[in-house]
Protein backbone atom coordinates (compact mmCIF):
# COMPACT_ATOMS: atom_id res chain seq x y z
CA UNK A 1 0.00 0.00 0.00
CA UNK A 2 1.26 3.65 -0.70
CA UNK A 3 1.12 6.50 0.92
CA UNK A 4 -2.59 8.82 0.69
CA UNK A 5 -1.93 11.73 -1.34
CA UNK A 6 -4.15 13.41 0.82
CA UNK A 7 -4.72 13.95 4.48
CA UNK A 8 -7.68 15.29 6.23
CA UNK A 9 -6.94 16.42 10.32
CA UNK A 10 -9.70 15.82 12.54
CA UNK A 11 -8.18 18.76 15.19
CA UNK A 12 -9.38 17.41 18.56
CA UNK A 13 -7.86 20.09 20.71
CA UNK A 14 -10.76 22.02 22.23
CA UNK A 15 -12.52 18.63 23.23
CA UNK A 16 -9.92 15.55 23.79
CA UNK A 17 -7.05 18.69 24.45
CA UNK A 18 -9.05 20.50 27.11
CA UNK A 19 -11.54 18.10 28.71
CA UNK A 20 -9.03 16.69 31.13
CA UNK A 21 -7.47 20.43 31.86
CA UNK A 22 -7.93 20.32 36.43
CA UNK A 23 -8.68 24.23 36.08
CA UNK A 24 -11.69 25.86 34.58
CA UNK A 25 -11.15 27.35 30.80
CA UNK A 26 -13.61 29.60 29.95
CA UNK A 27 -16.14 29.46 27.05
CA UNK A 28 -14.34 32.68 25.71
CA UNK A 29 -10.67 31.04 25.23
CA UNK A 30 -12.54 27.89 23.72
CA UNK A 31 -13.78 29.90 21.37
CA UNK A 32 -10.90 31.53 20.56
CA UNK A 33 -8.77 28.66 19.69
CA UNK A 34 -10.98 26.99 18.08
CA UNK A 35 -11.53 30.30 15.78
CA UNK A 36 -8.12 29.90 15.63
CA UNK A 37 -7.65 26.71 14.23
CA UNK A 38 -10.14 27.74 11.58
CA UNK A 39 -8.23 30.84 10.58
CA UNK A 40 -5.61 28.10 10.39
CA UNK A 41 -6.61 26.03 7.82
CA UNK A 42 -8.28 23.24 9.76
CA UNK A 43 -11.30 22.09 8.30
CA UNK A 44 -12.78 19.54 11.02
CA UNK A 45 -12.88 20.52 14.27
CA UNK A 46 -14.89 18.82 17.58
CA UNK A 47 -15.38 21.39 19.35
CA UNK A 48 -17.76 20.20 22.54
CA UNK A 49 -18.67 17.03 24.50
CA UNK A 50 -22.13 16.58 25.21
CA UNK A 51 -21.43 14.35 28.64
CA UNK A 52 -22.07 14.88 31.68
CA UNK A 53 -21.06 17.41 33.69
CA UNK A 54 -20.59 15.22 36.74
CA UNK A 55 -17.87 12.60 34.80
CA UNK A 56 -16.13 15.89 32.73
CA UNK A 57 -16.91 19.11 34.11
CA UNK A 58 -14.25 20.68 31.92
CA UNK A 59 -16.89 20.17 28.83
CA UNK A 60 -20.01 21.30 31.34
CA UNK A 61 -20.23 24.84 28.59
CA UNK A 62 -20.78 22.65 25.47
CA UNK A 63 -24.27 24.45 24.83
CA UNK A 64 -22.30 27.86 25.03
CA UNK A 65 -19.73 26.56 22.99
CA UNK A 66 -21.25 25.37 19.93
CA UNK A 67 -24.30 28.70 20.73
CA UNK A 68 -20.99 31.13 20.06
CA UNK A 69 -19.06 29.77 17.24
CA UNK A 70 -17.91 31.88 14.46
CA UNK A 71 -19.38 29.68 11.88
CA UNK A 72 -16.47 29.39 8.75
CA UNK A 73 -17.50 28.16 5.80
CA UNK A 74 -15.83 24.79 4.94
CA UNK A 75 -15.37 23.78 8.59
CA UNK A 76 -17.27 21.10 10.30
CA UNK A 77 -17.62 21.94 14.04
CA UNK A 78 -18.41 18.35 15.92
CA UNK A 79 -19.54 17.24 19.08
CA UNK A 80 -19.46 13.94 21.63
CA UNK A 81 -22.51 12.59 22.28
CA UNK A 82 -22.49 9.60 24.40
CA UNK A 83 -26.16 8.98 24.60
CA UNK A 84 -29.58 10.08 23.36
CA UNK A 85 -29.64 12.86 26.05
CA UNK A 86 -26.30 14.52 24.77
CA UNK A 87 -27.25 14.23 20.95
CA UNK A 88 -30.67 15.90 21.38
CA UNK A 89 -29.17 18.40 23.22
CA UNK A 90 -26.21 19.16 20.85
CA UNK A 91 -29.10 19.18 18.07
CA UNK A 92 -30.50 21.80 19.94
CA UNK A 93 -27.10 23.82 19.53
CA UNK A 94 -27.19 23.26 15.68
CA UNK A 95 -24.48 20.62 15.69
CA UNK A 96 -23.72 19.56 12.42
CA UNK A 97 -21.93 15.94 13.05
CA UNK A 98 -21.64 14.20 16.04
CA UNK A 99 -19.33 11.21 17.85
CA UNK A 100 -20.09 7.99 19.78
CA UNK A 101 -17.10 6.58 21.81
CA UNK A 102 -17.11 2.77 22.37
CA UNK A 103 -14.15 0.68 23.53
CA UNK A 104 -12.48 -2.34 22.53
CA UNK A 105 -12.01 -3.02 26.32
CA UNK A 106 -14.64 -4.03 29.18
CA UNK A 107 -12.96 -2.89 31.63
CA UNK A 108 -12.37 0.69 29.83
CA UNK A 109 -16.13 1.10 28.80
CA UNK A 110 -17.54 0.91 32.42
CA UNK A 111 -14.82 3.29 33.57
CA UNK A 112 -15.27 6.04 30.60
CA UNK A 113 -19.20 5.59 29.80
CA UNK A 114 -20.44 3.05 32.81
CA UNK A 115 -21.75 0.59 30.80
CA UNK A 116 -20.11 -2.89 29.06
CA UNK A 117 -19.26 -2.83 25.14
CA UNK A 118 -22.62 -4.57 24.25
CA UNK A 119 -24.58 -2.11 26.31
CA UNK A 120 -22.65 0.85 24.72
CA UNK A 121 -23.84 -0.31 21.11
CA UNK A 122 -27.23 -0.98 22.14
CA UNK A 123 -26.82 2.79 23.72
CA UNK A 124 -25.39 4.20 20.38
CA UNK A 125 -28.33 2.66 18.22
CA UNK A 126 -31.29 5.01 18.17
CA UNK A 127 -28.37 7.58 18.75
CA UNK A 128 -27.61 6.55 14.68
CA UNK A 129 -31.13 6.15 13.72
CA UNK A 130 -31.71 9.82 15.72
CA UNK A 131 -29.17 11.28 13.44
CA UNK A 132 -30.03 10.09 10.56
CA UNK A 133 -33.71 10.92 10.91
CA UNK A 134 -31.90 14.30 11.54
CA UNK A 135 -29.08 13.98 8.83
CA UNK A 136 -26.02 14.16 11.12
CA UNK A 137 -23.41 12.29 10.30
CA UNK A 138 -21.62 10.08 13.26
CA UNK A 139 -18.08 9.16 13.73
CA UNK A 140 -17.45 6.14 15.95
CA UNK A 141 -14.57 5.95 18.21
CA UNK A 142 -13.27 3.09 19.33
CA UNK A 143 -10.93 3.12 22.58
CA UNK A 144 -7.89 1.54 23.72
CA UNK A 145 -6.92 -0.03 20.61
CA UNK A 146 -3.62 -0.85 21.67
CA UNK A 147 -3.44 -1.08 25.19
CA UNK A 148 -5.90 -0.44 27.86
CA UNK A 149 -4.94 0.85 31.57
CA UNK A 150 -6.97 -1.61 32.81
CA UNK A 151 -6.83 -4.80 31.23
CA UNK A 152 -3.38 -4.46 29.39
CA UNK A 153 -3.15 -5.77 25.70
CA UNK A 154 -6.02 -5.78 23.39
CA UNK A 155 -6.70 -8.71 21.30
CA UNK A 156 -6.50 -6.56 17.44
CA UNK A 157 -9.40 -9.42 16.58
CA UNK A 158 -11.51 -7.31 19.56
CA UNK A 159 -10.59 -4.09 18.06
CA UNK A 160 -11.76 -5.16 14.70
CA UNK A 161 -15.18 -6.72 16.15
CA UNK A 162 -16.16 -3.31 17.73
CA UNK A 163 -15.15 -1.24 14.99
CA UNK A 164 -16.87 -3.00 12.97
CA UNK A 165 -20.28 -3.13 14.87
CA UNK A 166 -19.82 0.88 14.39
CA UNK A 167 -19.61 0.66 10.91
CA UNK A 168 -22.51 -1.84 10.49
CA UNK A 169 -24.46 0.48 12.68
CA UNK A 170 -23.62 3.31 10.46
CA UNK A 171 -21.07 5.56 11.47
CA UNK A 172 -19.33 6.60 8.49
CA UNK A 173 -15.89 6.55 9.84
CA UNK A 174 -13.97 4.73 12.69
CA UNK A 175 -11.58 6.77 14.73
CA UNK A 176 -9.66 3.90 15.85
CA UNK A 177 -7.78 5.27 19.34
CA UNK A 178 -4.72 4.51 21.08
CA UNK A 179 -6.32 6.07 24.26
CA UNK A 180 -3.09 5.55 26.23
CA UNK A 181 -0.53 6.00 23.94
CA UNK A 182 1.27 2.47 24.59
CA UNK A 183 1.53 1.48 20.96
CA UNK A 184 4.46 0.85 18.64
CA UNK A 185 4.57 0.91 14.66
CA UNK A 186 4.56 -3.13 14.21
CA UNK A 187 1.27 -3.23 16.76
CA UNK A 188 -0.65 -0.10 14.90
CA UNK A 189 -0.06 -1.78 11.85
CA UNK A 190 -1.05 -5.60 13.19
CA UNK A 191 -3.89 -3.35 14.16
CA UNK A 192 -5.01 -2.14 11.37
CA UNK A 193 -4.64 -5.25 9.42
CA UNK A 194 -7.46 -6.31 11.48
CA UNK A 195 -9.43 -3.62 11.08
CA UNK A 196 -9.25 -3.53 7.23
CA UNK A 197 -10.95 -6.59 6.26
CA UNK A 198 -14.04 -5.28 7.57
CA UNK A 199 -13.73 -1.52 7.07
CA UNK A 200 -12.31 -0.16 3.95
CA UNK A 201 -9.46 2.07 4.48
CA UNK A 202 -10.51 5.26 3.59
CA UNK A 203 -13.58 5.05 6.46
CA UNK A 204 -10.23 4.57 9.17
CA UNK A 205 -9.08 7.43 11.56
CA UNK A 206 -5.70 6.94 13.41
CA UNK A 207 -5.97 8.64 16.95
CA UNK A 208 -2.90 8.50 18.79
CA UNK A 209 -1.76 9.45 22.11
CA UNK A 210 1.94 9.88 22.45
CA UNK A 211 2.50 8.90 26.48
CA UNK A 212 5.08 6.92 25.12
CA UNK A 213 6.49 8.91 22.31
CA UNK A 214 5.57 6.80 19.87
CA UNK A 215 2.46 8.53 18.37
CA UNK A 216 4.26 9.86 15.04
CA UNK A 217 6.32 6.35 14.31
CA UNK A 218 2.84 4.82 14.96
CA UNK A 219 0.90 7.29 12.23
CA UNK A 220 3.79 6.95 9.78
CA UNK A 221 3.23 2.90 9.85
CA UNK A 222 -0.46 3.42 9.34
CA UNK A 223 -0.17 6.23 6.51
CA UNK A 224 2.01 3.73 4.60
CA UNK A 225 -1.00 1.65 4.84
CA UNK A 226 -2.97 3.92 3.21
CA UNK A 227 -4.72 5.64 6.30
CA UNK A 228 -5.46 8.97 5.34
CA UNK A 229 -7.47 10.80 8.19
CA UNK A 230 -5.52 11.56 11.21
CA UNK A 231 -6.45 13.08 14.76
CA UNK A 232 -4.58 15.55 16.45
CA UNK A 233 -3.96 18.24 19.13
CA UNK A 234 -2.52 21.60 18.65
CA UNK A 235 0.80 21.67 21.07
CA UNK A 236 -0.03 18.14 22.03
CA UNK A 237 -2.87 19.02 24.42
CA UNK A 238 -5.06 16.30 25.75
CA UNK A 239 -5.84 13.34 27.95
CA UNK A 240 -8.77 11.28 29.31
CA UNK A 241 -10.07 11.56 33.07
CA UNK A 242 -10.14 7.81 32.56
CA UNK A 243 -7.13 7.02 31.56
CA UNK A 244 -4.97 7.91 34.06
CA UNK A 245 -1.52 8.82 33.13
CA UNK A 246 -2.22 9.10 29.44
CA UNK A 247 -1.49 12.07 27.89
CA UNK A 248 -1.65 14.30 24.97
CA UNK A 249 -2.59 13.61 21.60
CA UNK A 250 -0.14 13.67 18.55
CA UNK A 251 0.39 17.06 18.06
CA UNK A 252 -0.96 18.48 14.86
CA UNK A 253 2.18 20.99 14.47
CA UNK A 254 3.92 18.11 14.39
CA UNK A 255 1.75 15.71 12.11
CA UNK A 256 1.77 18.85 9.37
CA UNK A 257 5.53 19.05 9.35
CA UNK A 258 5.48 15.21 8.82
CA UNK A 259 3.28 15.09 6.14
CA UNK A 260 4.56 18.41 4.33
CA UNK A 261 7.71 16.14 4.21
CA UNK A 262 5.92 13.33 2.65
CA UNK A 263 4.33 15.71 -0.04
CA UNK A 264 1.00 14.54 1.36
CA UNK A 265 -1.57 17.56 0.83
CA UNK A 266 -3.12 18.80 3.77
CA UNK A 267 -3.75 22.96 3.26
CA UNK A 268 -3.04 23.65 6.44
CA UNK A 269 -0.30 26.97 7.58
CA UNK A 270 1.86 25.70 9.83
CA UNK A 271 3.08 29.26 10.72
CA UNK A 272 -0.59 30.20 12.20
CA UNK A 273 -0.74 26.55 13.73
CA UNK A 274 2.05 27.02 15.49
CA UNK A 275 1.20 30.25 16.97
CA UNK A 276 -2.07 29.00 17.93
CA UNK A 277 -0.22 26.60 20.07
CA UNK A 278 2.36 28.70 21.57
CA UNK A 279 -0.74 30.96 22.25
CA UNK A 280 -3.34 28.22 24.00
CA UNK A 281 -0.75 26.58 26.25
CA UNK A 282 1.01 30.15 27.36
CA UNK A 283 -3.24 30.92 27.85
CA UNK A 284 -3.84 27.91 30.05
CA UNK A 285 -0.60 27.78 31.62
CA UNK A 286 0.37 24.59 30.36
CA UNK A 287 3.96 23.39 28.40
CA UNK A 288 4.14 23.10 24.72
CA UNK A 289 4.25 19.20 23.59
CA UNK A 290 4.84 19.94 19.76
CA UNK A 291 8.67 19.95 19.26
CA UNK A 292 7.82 21.38 15.89
CA UNK A 293 5.83 24.15 17.85
CA UNK A 294 8.41 25.00 20.05
CA UNK A 295 11.11 24.48 17.63
CA UNK A 296 9.38 27.33 15.31
CA UNK A 297 8.45 29.57 18.18
CA UNK A 298 11.84 29.92 18.90
CA UNK A 299 12.95 30.92 15.81
P1 LIG B 1 -24.46 7.32 33.78
O1 LIG B 1 -24.29 7.83 35.18
O2 LIG B 1 -24.42 5.83 33.59
O3 LIG B 1 -25.76 7.87 33.07
O4 LIG B 1 -23.37 7.99 32.87
P2 LIG B 1 -27.28 7.97 33.47
O5 LIG B 1 -28.03 7.86 32.21
O6 LIG B 1 -27.58 7.02 34.61
O7 LIG B 1 -27.41 9.47 34.01
C1 LIG B 1 -26.76 9.91 35.19
C2 LIG B 1 -26.80 11.43 35.24
O8 LIG B 1 -26.08 11.97 34.12
C3 LIG B 1 -28.19 12.02 35.14
O9 LIG B 1 -28.18 13.27 35.85
C4 LIG B 1 -28.34 12.32 33.67
O10 LIG B 1 -29.27 13.33 33.40
C5 LIG B 1 -26.95 12.78 33.31
P3 LIG B 1 -28.69 13.38 37.38
O11 LIG B 1 -30.10 12.87 37.33
O12 LIG B 1 -27.77 12.50 38.19
O13 LIG B 1 -28.54 14.83 37.66
N1 LIG B 1 -26.62 12.58 31.91
C6 LIG B 1 -26.16 13.55 31.09
N2 LIG B 1 -25.91 14.85 31.30
C7 LIG B 1 -25.46 15.58 30.24
N3 LIG B 1 -25.24 15.04 29.02
C8 LIG B 1 -25.49 13.74 28.79
C9 LIG B 1 -25.96 12.95 29.85
N4 LIG B 1 -26.29 11.64 29.95
C10 LIG B 1 -26.69 11.44 31.21
N5 LIG B 1 -25.25 13.24 27.56
C11 LIG B 1 -22.56 8.82 30.75
C12 LIG B 1 -23.26 7.68 31.50
C13 LIG B 1 -22.22 8.30 29.38
C14 LIG B 1 -23.50 10.00 30.69
C15 LIG B 1 -21.30 9.19 31.58
O14 LIG B 1 -20.56 8.03 31.82
C16 LIG B 1 -20.43 10.17 30.85
O15 LIG B 1 -20.79 11.32 30.66
N6 LIG B 1 -19.22 9.74 30.42
C17 LIG B 1 -18.35 10.58 29.62
C18 LIG B 1 -16.94 10.19 29.78
C19 LIG B 1 -16.08 11.02 28.85
O16 LIG B 1 -16.50 12.04 28.33
N7 LIG B 1 -14.82 10.58 28.64
C20 LIG B 1 -13.92 11.28 27.79
C21 LIG B 1 -14.26 11.17 26.34
S1 LIG B 1 -13.79 9.61 25.60
C22 LIG B 1 -12.11 9.85 25.18
O17 LIG B 1 -11.50 10.81 25.56
C23 LIG B 1 -11.47 8.84 24.25
C24 LIG B 1 -11.36 9.37 22.82
O18 LIG B 1 -10.59 10.56 22.77
C25 LIG B 1 -10.69 8.31 21.92
C26 LIG B 1 -9.39 7.76 22.51
O19 LIG B 1 -8.48 8.55 22.84
O20 LIG B 1 -9.32 6.54 22.60
C27 LIG B 1 -12.75 9.66 22.21
MG1 LIG C 1 -8.41 10.64 22.80
Same mark, same amino acid.
Given at each position: ????????? *????? +?????????? =?? $????????? +???? !??? $???????????????????????????????? *?? /????????????? @?????????????? @?????????????? @????? +?????????????????? /? #???????????????????????????????????????????????????? %??????????? %? %???? &??????????????????? #?????? !???????????????? @????? #??????? &??????????? !?? $???? =? $???????????????????
Amino acid at each position: MAFPTQVRL *VEVSP +RDGLQNEPSP =ID $TATKLALID +RLGA !AGI $TYIEAASFVSPKWVPQMADHRDVMAGLSRRPG *VT /YAALTPNLKGLEA @ALECGVEEVAVFGA @ASEAFSKKNINCSV @AESLA +RFAPVLERAKAANIRVRG /Y #VSCVLGCPYEGEIAPGKVADVAKALYDMGCYEVSLGDTIGVGTPLAAKRMID %AVRRDIPMEKL %A %AHFH &DTYGQALANLYAVLEEGIS #VVDSSV !AGLGGCPYAKGASGNV @ASEDV #VYLLNGL &DIETDIDLDKL !AD $TGTW =I $TQTIGRPNRSKVGVALAAK
